[in-house]
Nanobody
Framework: QVQLVESGGGSVQAVWSLRLSCAAS????????MGWFRQPPGKQRERVAS????????YYADSVKGRFTISQENGKNTLYLQMNSLKPEDTAMYYC???????????????WGQGTQVTVSS
């Protein structure tokens, strides 16, 4: 019954910004971690950022630290990823994810969104 729906992707020039949103429904107290993964064409899915929803602790991949910000809307089941100073290497399909425990790797994720495409040109 859990559903994750992403929005906000698009095609932009390098150094421009985008904000991704994830509207979640059906989440319970068992959902411990939420985050964003991305999968470039022909490559494996990797963690970009995550947040432990009970207390707000966050993680960022080194490649996006200082440029991306993950956040939750207070009192609502909505997750955001603010992406600034975008680079061509950020081009990927971005997925919203939720887990009952940890979400460090793709195999730990219990629920996936359908994905939203981000394309960054130089």
């Amino acid at each position: 019954q859990v559903q994750l729906v992403e929005s906000g992707g698009g095609s932009v020039q390098a150094v421009w910004s985008l904000r991704l949103s994830c509207a979640a429904s059906g989440l319970t107290y068992m959902n411990y971690c939420m985050g964003w993964f991305r999968q470039p064409p022909g490559k494996q899915r990797e963690r970009v950022a995550s947040i432990y929803t009970s207390y707000g602790g966050t993680y960022y991949a080194d490649s996006v630290k200082g440029r991306f910000t993950i956040s939750q809307e207070n009192g609502k089941n909505t997750l955001y990823l603010q992406m600034n100073s975008l680079k061509p290497e950020d081009t990927a399909m971005y997925y919203c994810a939720a887990s009952n425990a940890r979400c460090r790797t793709a195999d730990e994720v219990n629920y996936w969104g359908q994905g939203t495409q981000v394309t960054v040109s130089s």
